[in-house]
Each structure stands twice: as structure tokens, then as C-alpha cells.
């Protein structure tokens, strides 16, 4: 009988998880003021684990430098744009969004849209408010900024009556010139077609299409 090779005869096997991928599982149970955060996911320990890490920290440092300060107060209603490819999903839209309601939900509003257009993708809903957020966080520095300039001209033109207009790259928009008047909500027959949300599910060819050239444009 052929007797198997002792442990202390095989060659030292460097630490690993024993599968295919070195995948670690992560498991995350964390309470803070009261609020529970709990999620399990694997992670790559190789896969740029400090350049994720850096620029995370990065944009937090970013997000903080801007808290506590104020911003421009007066009516703000900017137009938010839809362009984007969620795999086969190809979605375009615009609306407006109230900057002064801070009791606004994106996810909401996505899984709202979502349900209307019948779109069934599971991604697209968290990509749909996901861009949402971007612009309105730009926006949102875009109105820090306006307000510390308005008291920078304040302070240098002190004894004039001053009516500082916000610079938000003419984002924020004049509802009285937008619709026509101000007691009107309806938009106006031409702008029909630009509000109205498009979505086009692209086959294999056209998606493997778009990427081809998504990656020609980012050499």
C-alpha cells in the first residue's frame, strides 16, 4: 500500500484563503448616534486597496471643507440632466430640482422613474440618483462659493445698496422667465420634447459599439 506523504515532508504553503480568488470576507456591524450600518461583501486585498483608500479620503476632505458654510439663500430651482449607460439601459432626461428642499430623496426619485419607464435593470435606479447627487453637490459648492463672494463685495462696497446676484455658472434659473409667468407652472409647448425622458434598451452590438469607442475617447 502507497502510504501519502507526511505533513512535515510538503512544502510550506505561504498564507491564503483556500479558493480560486484570494477574496476576503468582509463583515461590518457598526452602530454610530444611534444608527446601525451592517453589510457583508468580499474584498480584493491586491485590487488598489491604498488608491482607493487615498482618493475616498480625498473627497470626504473635499466635502468638509465646505460644511458649516453658508450658502447663497435665495429661490433656487436648477435644472438636473440625465445622460448616461447603465449596461444595456440608455437613459436621457432633465427636470428641475428645488435646491431649498432639503427633504429631497434621489433614490426616490429614481426608483420613481424606474417604475414609470418600466425599466427593469436593477442598476439603474442607484446610477440614476447617483448622478443626481453629483450635480447637486457641484451645485451646492458652486452656491458656497456665490455667497462668500457676495460678502466679499459687501464688505468692499459698504454704504451702497447692494443686491448681490448668485454665480452658479448660470445654473439656477428665473421662473418668471423660464415659464413665461410667474403664477404658471406649465412649460411652454416648445419645451415638450426636451423634458421629455428617453430610454433605450441597446442590443449586444450597439452596447459593445459604445464601449469600443468609450475607450478609444479615454486613451
Not at 453589510?39 to 480625498?58: H, V
Not at 428641475?96 to 427593469?120: G, H, K, V, Y
Not at 464688505?155 to 454665480?167: E, N, T, V
Request: glycine share 4%.
Amino acid at each position: 500500500m502507497k502510504l501519502l506523504p507526511s505533513s512535515s515532508s510538503r512544502t510550506p504553503v505561504k498564507f491564503r484563503i483556500p479558493t480560486a480568488d484570494n477574496l476576503v470576507p468582509i463583515r461590518l456591524d457598526i452602530e454610530i448616534d444611534g444608527q446601525r450600518f451592517k453589510d457583508a461583501f468580499t474584498w480584493n486585498p491586491a485590487a488598489f486597496i491604498t488608491q482607493i483608500a487615498q482618493s475616498i479620503q480625498s473627497q470626504l476632505t473635499d466635502f468638509r471643507s465646505y460644511e458649516g458654510q453658508d450658502m447663497y439663500a435665495g429661490e433656487k430651482i436648477v435644472p438636473i440632466k440625465l445622460d448616461l449607460r447603465v449596461n444595456h439601459s440608455l437613459i436621457k432626461d432633465q427636470f428641475l430640482w428645488d435646491m431649498n428642499n432639503f427633504e429631497s430623496d434621489p433614490e426616490e426619485f429614481a426608483r420613481t422613474f424606474c417604475r414609470d419607464m418600466d425599466i427593469q435593470d436593477p442598476e439603474v435606479g442607484p446610477a440614476i440618483a447617483f448622478a443626481i447627487r453629483e450635480q447637486l453637490y457641484e451645485i451646492a459648492i458652486q452656491s458656497v462659493t456665490s455667497a462668500r463672494e457676495s460678502r466679499l463685495s459687501k464688505k468692499g462696497r459698504r454704504g451702497f445698496d447692494y443686491s448681490p446676484a448668485i454665480k452658479s455658472s448660470g445654473i439656477s434659473l428665473d421662473l418668471v422667465k423660464y415659464f413665461g409667468h410667474k403664477s404658471s407652472v406649465v412649460r411652454k409647448r416648445k419645451d415638450w420634447d426636451v423634458f421629455e425622458p428617453i430610454v433605450d434598451i441597446l442590443s449586444s452590438e450597439e452596447v459593445g459599439a459604445l464601449e469600443a469607442r468609450e475607450e478609444r475617447n479615454a486613451r
